[in-house]
């Protein structure tokens, strides 16, 4: 006597690779979550059509990743101040100095 098997077929909705991490709470984070995930999709094209023929010059290139470092770090400095009035312990990114991490 031969048994049958039901197939399962799960669906799964279509979500930002870290909304299954990360539970986040304010509107505002949810933007800002956006946004990196926005960026990192960003630097890999970046990445791909790094001096290429017609692609991005390695000077635009690396002007635009210090653009980057310098809103990191100016959103890290306003964060040190938010979270001193908001009585929060902040825990600045390690290996602030990412100067020499270049594109």
Avoid at 6 to 22: D, E, F, G, S, W
Wanted: include cysteine.
């Amino acid at each position: 006597m031969a048994t049958s098997q039901k197939k399962v077929t799960k669906k799964t909705a279509r979500r930002t690779p870290t909304a299954k991490l990360i539970d986040v709470r304010s509107p505002l984070a949810k933007q800002m979550l956006h946004l990196v995930v926005q960026f990192d999709l960003a630097y890999d094209h970046l990445k791909a059509h790094w001096k290429e023929v017609g692609g991005i010059p390695e000077q635009e290139g690396l002007e635009l990743m210090d653009n980057a470092r310098q809103a990191v770090e100016a959103f890290s400095t306003f964060m040190e101040e938010f979270s001193e009035k908001a009585g929060f312990d902040y825990c600045p990114p390690k290996g602030g100095n990412s100067r020499n991490q270049t594109a």
